[in-house]
């Protein structure tokens, strides 16, 4: 299986600033994805980046606010943008497992709190 | 888009009980997985059921799958403190590989 990790692992953020979240991966996968978990709910998925190409969002969820960098086959970034404090969740990359999409290996997640 | 619903939100045993978890669905999938989240952390993978399937095991865990009533359950035996997680669902829909994801339920094993 595929181990994920995730930084920071926790933040405190002002309003209206920035955070980019960090997700590598120790083998070269095809798809990740990005997910956010608000307090006390489900996961939902915002997007799903593939090297070499714009990452994919899902409704609700747009570029600008939730940029997305995936500059090789271990590694992606998640930038949460001009932030408030509706942005506090926890956000979790994860990738293809080791039958393809059949599952998903999940890293440990970020938790942003936005004050 | 979020597309199971899980009951009961919150269940409470004894250690050493069974605990027992539903999920229901509206689409058509092409499998169901179960995850375990523990303490607001990354989840873990617990087990898949193919839509051509009705029940699986692993280890203490027994999923059963009814397509015809578009739901699972997921049932614990012999629980543990350390079963004491949020348990997901999640559905992977016809032609799609997207995880969607229910609601939970927050299991809490009582020493």
């Known amino acids: 299986s595929a181990v994920i990790s995730q930084k920071p692992s926790r933040d405190i953020c002002q309003r209206g600033t920035s955070l980019t979240i960090q997700c590598q991966v120790d083998?070269?996968?095809?798809?990740m994805f990005w997910y956010r978990q608000q307090p006390g709910q489900s996961l939902t998925l915002i997007a799903t980046?593939?090297?070499?190409?714009?990452?994919?969002?899902e409704s609700g969820f747009v570029i600008d606010k939730f940029p997305i960098s995936r500059p090789n086959l271990t590694f992606s970034t998640l930038t949460v943008s001009n932030m408030s404090p509706e942005d506090s969740s926890i956000y979790l990359c994860?990738?293809?497992?080791?039958?393809?999409?059949?599952?998903?290996?999940f890293g440990p997640g970020t938790r942003l709190t936005v004050l | 888009s979020q597309q199971g619903e899980e009951d009961p939100q919150a269940l409470s045993i004894q250690e050493g009980e069974n605990a027992t978890m539903n999920c229901s669905y509206k689409?058509?999938?092409?499998?169901l997985q179960w995850y375990r989240q523990n303490s607001g952390r990354g989840l873990v993978h617990l087990i898949l059921i193919r839509s051509n399937e009705r029940e699986k095991h692993s280890g203490r865990l027994r999923v059963t799958l009814d397509t015809s009533k578009k739901s699972s359950s997921l049932l614990i035996t012999a629980s543990r403190a350390a079963d004491t997680a949020s348990y997901f669902c999640a559905t992977v829909p016809v032609n799609d590989y997207k995880l969607s994801f229910g609601a939970g339920t927050t299991v809490t094993v009582r020493a």
């Open positions: 994860s990738v293809e497992g080791d039958r393809g999409l059949d599952t998903q290996y």
């Open positions: 689409t058509s999938i092409n499998n």
């Open positions: 083998s070269q996968v095809t798809m």
């Open positions: 980046a593939n090297q070499g190409s714009e990452a994919t969002y």
